[in-house]
């Protein structure tokens, strides 16, 4: 494995910042180093909160600027003067996972010209999971690393490209750094920085991959909390001058998803741990979401099915509901829902007591009755 630094730029929360630390320390292979550097925090000198078995710990060092010199100069301080290796910049408000450096460093030579590589997270637009561009939890009754494991367990390692890398965590390249440059120091307090650096590295031939087998816990909107909505609008513009197709590329992407395999293996591991952890799975058959409204709006029979999802967590609930041209199986999860769209000919399948252990049938409109009473009587 080739050498390599993690920077992690630290302004202020203290204690979310050592519990990344500790978490790193406990997960890095001992010949990687960690270098985690105060931006001159309000809050005092890291150094002097950080407990001493952290201090004492060979592969670390804590430096403070003498000055705030922002999110941006703070990492490029890490990425040309403490470093001239691979880099790993982490924010501090991140929780990683076993091997998550390993994985990382797999992806980012895993062919030619990789530039920077992304994890999945819970919290990270358009590398979150299971729910695609949204800020999850974590599901019940699974551990972060249990998840984590879970999500390394039914990875193909696709390695899925991407417009560019997201700044919670993010793996570059030495050669990147060398041909491109690091941050434009124009992004100051960040936002933007990495998708620009992104950009020039694909004027450069670089690529940008988000890595299915890492996950790490990403809290989220730690830094800069008054100036975030001034600094996003301010630095989108620069970076929308200077690449006007960007926010297409984005947009594309996230409407077409290339993660959706990525996404559904997660979502069917998931459902069958429920339903392994549960017991029994229940099947409640409706004309109509019970949580979402699908041909019109929702009414007494759904709110009865919605109370009895709500108030029995001991059992893995699925609502079968018709669609255009066919039937919606919808999986009701702690962490969210996962909809099949299926064809009316699987319908009868579904009713064997291979997978649910109770049929409830609650209301049959717009089904094709003969294929319920089919299903149903077999």
């Known amino acids: 494995m080739r050498s390599i630094t993690i920077i992690i730029p630290v302004y202020n929360a203290f204690d979310v ?9 406990r997960t890095i292979p001992r010949r990687v180093r960690v270098c985690v550097i ?3 925090s309000p809050s005092g000198d890291l150094r002097e909160f950080l407990p001493a078995a952290v201090l004492r710990d060979k592969r670390v060092s804590v430096l403070r600027n003498e000055r705030n010199l922002g999110f941006v100069g703070t990492c490029n301080r890490g990425m040309l003067i403490e470093s001239t290796e691979d880099v790993i910049l ?3 408000d991140t929780v990683v996972t076993s091997g998550w450096v390993q994985k990382l460093h797999q992806a ?5 010209r990789v530039g920077t590589v992304t994890p999945l997270t819970n919290n990270g637009t358009i590398c979150s999971v299971p729910r695609f561009l949204e800020n999850n939890a974590l599901p019940d009754g699974v551990t972060l690393e249990g998840f984590s494991k879970l999500v390394e367990e039914v990875s193909t390692r696709d390695y899925v490209e991407a417009p560019t890398c997201v700044g919670f965590c993010t793996y570059i390249r030495r050669e990147l750094i060398d041909e491109v440059g690091v941050f434009d120091p124009v992004f100051k307090q960040g936002y933007g920085e990495e998708n620009d650096l992104s950009l020039r590295g694909n004027e450069k031939g670089f690529f940008n991959i988000i890595d299915d087998a890492t996950y790490i816990f990403h809290r989220g909107n730690m830094s800069f909390q008054e100036m975030r909505e001034s600094l996003s609008e301010a630095n989108t513009k620069i970076l929308t001058g200077r690449f006007p197709h960007y926010e297409k590329k984005v947009a594309q992407f996230c409407q077409s ?6 996404h559904a293996r997660i979502w069917n591991a998931l459902i069958a741990k429920a339903v392994r952890s549960k017991g029994q799975a229940v099947l409640h058959i409706l004309h109509n979401g019970p949580f979402e409204p699908r041909r019109h709006s929702i009414g007494g029979t759904e709110l009865h099915v919605q109370g009895i999802i709500q108030k029995d967590s001991a059992t893995a609930h699925f609502s079968l509901t018709p669609g255009d041209g066919g039937v919606v199986l919808t999986a009701h999860l702690s962490s969210g829902e996962r909809l099949f769209k299926l064809p009316h000919t699987v319908v009868p399948s579904l009713f064997t007591r291979d997978f649910f252990s109770v049929i409830h049938l609650h209301h049959a409109a717009g089904f094709d009755l003969p294929t319920i009473a089919d299903g149903l009587l077999r």
């Open 17 to 25: 910042t050592l519990d990344c630390i500790q978490s790193v320390l």
């Open 38 to 40: 105060d931006d001159a």
């Open 90 to 92: 982490l924010n501090s």
């Open 108 to 112: 980012a030579y895993s062919r030619p």
């Open 257 to 262: 998803n290339p993660l959706e395999r990525v």
